[in-house]
């Protein structure tokens, strides 16, 4: 499988991009399976990378996920993520809200 290399440049070789904002939060209390994350980055296109902080894997999580609104994503899980298993990050372009 070929490997995708993105780089976040606020220059762009001269050329003004788009600066990517983000927000990151940990999840997991042992019961819980929906988590409503607020991350106020007012887009519905949002990228959510879950990592586990007991063995560094990433999405590799049995979970839903449902943009509620702009700043809100839902993440139902299947089981309920241990006490602070997972850690969430959402990034999104800024001016870019859909």
């Known amino acids: ?41 007012d887009s519905r296109d949002v990228f959510l990378n879950l990592r586990n902080l007991n063995n560094g894997e990433v999405n590799r999580f049995p979970v839903t996920v449902r943009s509620l609104d702009a700043d809100t994503s839902v993440l139902t899980f299947t089981t309920a993520p241990a006490q602070g298993a997972v850690r969430l990050t959402a990034m999104a372009l800024a001016g870019q809200s859909l």
């Open 1 to 41: 499988m070929p490997k995708v290399c993105i780089e976040f440049d606020e220059n762009g070789g001269g050329t003004p991009t788009p600066s990517v904002r983000h927000y990151a939060t940990t999840l997991g209390d042992g019961t819980t399976t929906t988590f409503n994350v607020e991350h106020n980055l």
